[in-house]
């Protein structure tokens, strides 16, 4: 297959694209998605790895799926100068394809629009069923924590690699007692949208039911304070506003796409660098030069260190999993009965709200192998039993340019699911992860 020259040639290849046009996205001119394509296609178990690479890493394409149990396929954009002949590659290679997303900057005109913003510029009255630019979050954020301030307030958990401060909201019935933390957090993958917006609408709905009087979400607040990060990427959110809608790393060093980090790759797990990960600056999936190497993950993995957590549970999207440890490797957490049976009964109530189906199962056998990831880092280095991370809505229609009238569903579902776990809590003897126990 002479039509192809594995190896460094890969990588010289992505930089000599990367200089003919990534050059001109350092500008804040918005880039259009205007022709790009989202193939759908399966990779031959047979096919040699130098192809795969080929195929995954090249400056061309974004995956935005990976393969799993559920499906055998790759969702990859393909830019409209290459995908022609990248077409032609997967021909070559005996690969069948479809073509599952025709123009990805007609999702992004017709159900994310920045424009939606403007309407109203009140912190007061946003719109949570809207995605919002990271300005007016702070903005509700701060207003939200004052005019609730007997049980809400903010908390700066971290900074970012451009300075920027990473902010949490803190919600609970003050106690002179130190009560167990409920985390949750969203956005540390830029363009992930769906799991911000599902984070601001659950805080904003557990307090207003706290006022309504409603006796369980009263009980909630009392036993256990909850923190909400909801925009943990920063630079990365805001970027994909006003430059780049599919940004998903964050914004440190480098140049063009051949900057920024995986931040869900960079946490300290055993077997790092295995499974779907890159060293590979260019790539989506760069892990970065070391464990932590990046200030977001650094930062607030600090402040996490320091408070007593009783759940950990992060928000991506998209592929309606509910998962739980491992990435890294296939042996199952010696918590894996309680972890299946809980996840078991937040995806059945999941169900119950609009009839959408969640799959649940562990990272590794359910997703894909991948280490560097903040639940595992979560369950094995701070111990926490119940550490989640939650796949939302869709399941590749729209993938993660989700329109906006399917936030409040989806906050629903994942509301009934997380007070499952929080269910769990309340009743459960010991919150510390058996594999803690044997150090």
């Known amino acids: 297959m002479s039509f192809i020259k594995p190896g460094c040639f890969l990588r010289l290849l992505a930089f ?19 022709g790009y394509e989202v193939l759908k296609f399966a990779v031959p178990s047979d096919l040699d790895q130098s192809f795969v690479d080929y195929l995954l890493n090249s400056e061309w394409v974004d995956v935005w799926k990976y393969p799993s149990l559920r499906s055998r396929h ?20 005996g690969i069948s394809y479809r073509v599952w997303i025709s123009d990805v900057q007609n999702l992004i005109d017709e159900n994310a629009s920045p424009k939606q913003n403007r309407r109203r510029r009140n912190p007061r009255i946003m719109r949570l069923d809207r995605y919002n630019v990271y300005s007016k979050i702070l903005r509700w954020m701060t207003t939200f924590s004052r005019t609730n301030n007997d049980v809400v ?17 803190k919600i609970g019935i003050r ?39 409603d006796p369980e979400v009263t009980t909630f607040l009392n036993e256990m304070d909850w923190m909400f990060l909801p925009v943990w990427n920063v630079d990365g959110y805001i970027y994909t506003w006003t430059t780049e809608r599919m940004w998903r790393k964050s914004r440190s060093g480098g140049l063009g796409h051949c900057r920024g980090v995986d931040l869900n790759r960079n946490f300290d797990t055993p077997n790092l660098a295995e499974g779907k990960t890159s060293n590979f600056v260019c790539s989506g999936v760069y892990r970065g030069t070391r464990a932590f190497s990046e200030s ?17 549970i992060s ?58 990831g903040s639940i595992d880092w979560a369950h094995i280095s701070l111990c926490v039993k119940y550490a989640f991370g939650i796949e939302l809505r869709d399941t590749g229609r729209y ?27 309340l009743e459960a003897d010991d919150l510390i992860s058996e594999s803690c126990k044997l150090n």
Not at 81 to 91: A, G, P, S, V, W
Not at 407 to 424: C, H, S
């Open 16 to 34: 000599v694209v990367l200089a003919s046009n990534g050059f001109a996205r350092l500008s804040n001119k918005r880039k259009s998605y205007r």
């Open 74 to 93: 790759f969702d990859v954009m393909v830019n409209p100068q290459h995908k022609d002949e990248y077409k032609e590659t997967l021909h070559k290679l």
């Open 153 to 169: 307030s903010m908390h700066q958990v971290g900074t970012t690699s451009h300075g920027r401060r990473i902010w949490a909201l």
């Open 175 to 213: 106690s002179n007692a130190t009560k167990p933390v409920f985390w949750q957090d969203s956005l540390i993958h830029a363009r992930e949208w769906i799991t911000g917006a599902t984070l601001l609408w659950v805080a904003n709905r557990m307090v207003r039911q706290y006022r309504q009087g």
């Open 296 to 312: 977001e993950s650094n930062t607030v993995s600090a402040y996490l260190k320091t408070i007593p957590l009783a759940a950990f």
């Open 315 to 372: 928000l991506h999207s998209y592929a309606q999993y509910w998962l739980y440890p491992y990435g890294f490797q296939s042996n199952q957490s010696l918590d894996h009965f309680d972890l299946e049976r809980v996840a078991r009964k937040a995806v059945k109530a999941i169900y119950q709200v609009n009839k959408i189906k969640y799959k649940h199962g562990t990272v590794e056998a359910l997703a894909y192998p991948v280490s560097g």
């Open 399 to 425: 993938g993660f340019v989700l329109p906006d009238r399917y936030i409040l569903p989806t906050a629903r579902e994942y509301y009934q699911g997380m007070k499952v776990v929080a269910r769990e809590i």
